[in-house]
């Protein structure tokens, strides 16, 4: 059914981006992984791949309106977007700017702090071992082994609840909740949803500091759609040789489920917040969903990463040398970017409630043990 309304996606305007192929990011991606599937002794090969050559042509077009107009007085040289289905078909992919002055991928190669796009895992970790959504948790300045993290405003608003911390992107509320929960179970929450770059083993995790790829953050978040099943992101649909004789079918999607739908939805409930009051407001669509902003230190990466019923896409902007841009955040140009791809994606397919979503009210269950004895340690209360 996924791949079926994959496959209806819309007809759009068949213009491109100035600056050549983009679909040849996508391509390169697929050739460089037949091999893994038949070997180096196969002659010719007919491969059969999930593009969306619709959406992928939307998705070229959109970048290269953005980057020419607000990436400009941004001072953003490069993006990458990459679009899957929940069950991990890669749709879309633009890997940069222009795959002829840049055969660089971006969206599968680049390694770059996610920032905040990262907290959602720890929150998913913190929501296993107890946290519930609308549990108070102390937002004011704190510093720990003379590590003083800032929020991003550089104001504090006391005691919030933890979809506060996450719409708002509260830093100093994420690295309590993860002191609380523990680094090792974040990262082995981070390891199940598909991550697989090294990650800091520290508090600065909470704030997005270790680097990851596009591909599988985005892929991470699909988890989020599924209820916890994880998907691996995949390009081939299946591999024959030139007389038709199969050599390959694409077969199942992934490990299964990794974390408990309960969690997700909790989860969800709080990522729909970020965009309807949060940092992710730019991004709202007209239909139900679902997505983190993140911004690097410095400016240096700015992130959007969210997802519908029917689609989960990830949008990196920023530039290869990791130079500032000026002031863009994960919800500014990114979340524009998402917004218009997603809408393109979605033209003429009706609006789906996300998953589960509604089966569990946000205060459904009891504060965990300790959990407020921790707090009050901390902070005097």
Do not use: C
């Amino acid at each position: 059914a996924d791949i079926e309304r994959a496959d209806s996606l819309p007809p759009l305007p068949q213009r491109r981006p100035g600056g050549g192929d983009g679909s040849r990011y996508f391509a390169d991606w697929v050739a460089g992984r037949v091999t893994d599937f038949v070997g180096y002794d196969q002659g010719d090969l007919v491969v059969r791949s999930t593009l969306n050559t619709n959406l992928q042509l939307a998705a070229e077009r959109i970048v290269g309106e953005h980057l020419a107009d607000d990436g400009a007085a941004g001072g953003v040289g490069q993006a990458a977007v990459v679009a899957l289905t929940p069950t991990g078909e890669v749709l879309a992919m633009v890997g940069g700017r222009a795959y002829g002055s840049s055969q660089f991928n971006r969206a599968v190669q680049a390694q770059r702090q996610p920032g905040s796009a990262f907290k959602p895992i720890i929150y998913l970790a913190a929501l296993e071992r107890g946290l519930r959504p609308d549990m108070l948790i102390v937002d004011a300045p704190i510093e720990i082994a003379g590590w003083a993290p800032r929020n991003f405003d550089d104001t504090y608003r006391g005691e919030i609840t933890a979809v506060e911390a996450l719409a708002d992107s509260v830093n100093s509320a994420s690295v309590r909740v993860l002191e609380w929960t523990g680094v090792e179970p974040a990262i082995d929450v981070a390891r199940r949803l598909g991550i697989t770059t090294d990650l800091r083993r520290d508090l600065s995790l909470a704030l997005g500091t270790s680097e990851v790829t596009l591909l599988e953050l985005t892929a991470a978040y699909a988890a989020f759609v599924n209820s916890g099943t994880v998907v691996w992101p995949h390009a081939i649909r299946s591999i024959e040789g030139l007389e038709g004789e199969p050599l390959y079918q694409r077969e199942g999607g992934g490990p299964g489920e990794v974390v408990r739908p309960w969690h997700i939805w909790e989860l969800d409930r709080m990522l729909q917040e970020v965009m309807i009051s949060g940092t992710g407001r730019g991004a709202q669509l007209d239909r139900p969903a679902a997505g983190k902003t993140g911004t690097s230190q410095e400016y240096r990466d700015a992130w959007f990463v969210g997802f519908t019923a029917d689609l989960v896409v990830g949008v990196w902007v920023g530039n290869d040398d990791g130079t500032p841009m000026n002031g863009v955040t994960g919800g500014g140009l990114p979340a524009r970017i998402w917004r218009d791809v997603m809408l393109a994606a979605h033209r003429d397919l009706p609006p789906r409630p996300l998953p589960g979503i509604e089966s569990v009210p946000v205060a459904a269950v009891e504060q965990p043990s300790g959990f407020q004895a921790f707090l009050d340690s901390l902070f005097g209360g």
